[in-house]
């Protein structure tokens, strides 16, 4: 079973100093990353934002979830990123995709899956300081020397997620449903072996928000949203694609969707979820108790899933990141069994020491 690692997702419209103390939370907690939408109409811009994650911190990495190719030119995001690995000393992380809320609400589409890919090459080119041709000439950031960031490629479609698997270092899933899980793995891992790649050496992502409760019905109302984000993608997706090509568990829900406003996306309580059954909240999303949560992620690692991105948006946003770093976390990296074995090497030493002073 794989090493489970986990992250947490900010939407970049809290205060940024609620968030740098979030992000030291996060890290103190046992959190291993802390990334940011990249939404620069809707929510505050995310590089700025970045830069004060990576210089208030030490261990976390940092990154966007999801930039895309169109936005910003790749010499700026090339540039943007080799200069935070100077700040936060290498620990940057770009996940990327083919764009949605950033690209939409400027009344444009996502790009290309090839756009997407050239855009990957030339990424890591720059940021190793190697020369790119650009518009017929070359060019150089002769100063990125801080290490090439990993990239994590995020899609939903066997295109993209076929090709993420010969380019990427890590793919991004949003959802936490096993079954799509391992449809989507499977595309990931046909990509690495045509491009003769190992696997197992592409991290895995499932990225949803919880909510930690006994009560379901409050919970669902938390992360309700959610699904009508992924929603974006899945009607996207049945533009391209016939539905015998895709599984019912990933576009039959979306039938009853009437629109979706942007301006309320990934927002608790929006009209944008008014389609989304109870079913799908609990497959999409993690819901219920400490112990529900165990068992969610316990499936999700046993499908290959190297890390757990809460997607930190919901409310109570401390005091999920201090349950998961007490209740969460341990189960999953050895610290609660570490505990176990030295309150029990304790036990011995004072019974040894009880021993000897009746001799």
């Not at 009853?256 to 990934?266: E, I, Q, S, V």
């Amino acid at each position: 079973m794989s090493h489970l690692d986990f992250g947490v997702t900010l939407k970049s419209d809290l205060d940024v100093r609620r968030e740098v103390k979030l992000a030291q939370q996060a890290e103190a907690a046992g959190f291993q990353y802390v990334w940011t939408f990249d939404s620069h109409v809707l929510w505050q811009e995310c590089y700025t934002r970045m830069a004060l994650w990576a210089w208030n911190t030490k261990k976390v990495h940092i990154g966007t979830l999801v930039t895309n190719p169109i936005v910003r030119d790749i010499t700026v995001t090339a540039s943007g990123f080799a200069t935070l690995q100077k700040i936060s000393n290498g620990r940057m992380d770009l996940g990327i995709g083919r764009g949605d809320s950033s690209r939409r609400v400027l009344g444009k589409k996502p790009t290309t899956n090839d756009n997407l890919m050239t855009f990957v090459e030339e990424f890591r080119a720059l940021t190793s300081a190697q020369p790119v041709e650009y518009d017929g000439h070359l060019i150089q950031l002769t100063w990125a020397d801080a290490g090439v960031p990993p990239v994590w490629i995020a899609g939903y479609g066997p295109k993209v997620l076929t090709a993420a698997g010969k380019y990427a270092d890590g793919i991004i899933l949003q959802f936490a449903d096993p079954h799509l899980v391992k449809w989507c793995t499977d595309f990931v891992k046909q990509g690495a072996q045509q491009a003769g790649r190992d696997p197992r050496d592409i991290k895995v992502m499932a990225a949803a928000p919880v909510w930690i409760s006994d009560d379901l019905e409050v919970a669902r109302e938390h992360v309700r949203w959610f699904p009508a984000l992924v929603s974006n993608h899945v009607v996207d997706l049945l533009k391209r694609y016939p539905k015998d090509e895709l599984p019912q568990e990933l576009w039959t829900y979306v039938q009853d969707r009437k629109g979706y406003d942007y301006l309320h996306h990934a927002q608790v309580g929006s009209d944008n979820a008014q389609f989304v059954s109870n079913e799908i909240v609990d497959r999409y999303c993690i819901v219920g108790n400490v112990k529900e949560q165990i068992r969610r992620l316990e499936e999700l690692q046993s499908l290959g899933v190297d890390q757990f991105n809460i997607y930190l948006m919901v409310g109570d946003e401390e005091k999920q990141v201090a349950t998961y770093g007490s209740k969460v976390i341990p189960h999953f990296n050895g610290s609660k069994k570490r505990m176990t074995v030295k309150k029990a090497s304790a036990k011995k030493k004072v019974k040894a020491s009880n021993v000897k002073r009746q001799r």
